[in-house]
């Protein structure tokens, strides 16, 4: 299996599902190898309107991964084990360290999860702090007989 960087060409389409016309999917900027692993998957000739919209470069060996995470279950295990499978036949590959590299992805998708609740969980603290501030002086402005500032009014802008 090659490694490394490499530049793949990028396309859209439509795939026609299970060979109904009436359930179309659209491709958008999908892989050349996405185009060849959905044609095999759903036949050729259920793909249709391919039309070269660029390239991207990709990590050779991550790219494998990837398509085996994006076209399958990480609740499933048989499906996205059938679809390993599947890449390994179609591209002639050995993908034996896929299950470290989507640890890998879960464990950072968890950490970014974490990083998130946390921020929000600050904003909310801080905004609870304002509010408390805000009640605590509006009650001892009420308890001394001091009106607090009325808050700032927008002027209308002439015309």
Known sequence: METGKMKLKTYNG???????????IPLLGVT???VRLLGTLHGKENIEGITLI?????DSTTNYFEMVDKY???EDFGKRERMKQMVEKVF??????????LSGQLEQAERAKL???????????????????RRVETEVSRRIGVRP?????????EA
Not at 54 to 58: C, D, P, S, W
């Open 72 to 74: 399958s279950s990480r």
């Open 149 to 157: 500032a009325p808050l700032p009014q927008a002027q209308p802008q």
């Open 92 to 101: 002639d590959v050995s993908l034996d360290q896929f299950d470290d590299w």
């Open 115 to 133: 990083e998130s609740t946390r921020v929000a969980e600050a904003a909310i603290e801080s905004r609870i702090a304002e509010e408390v501030e």
């Open 32 to 34: 050349e190898r996405e």
């Open 14 to 24: 439509m795939l026609h599902h299970a060979g109904n016309m009436l359930h179309q």
């Open 54 to 58: 660029g390239e991207v470069e990709v």
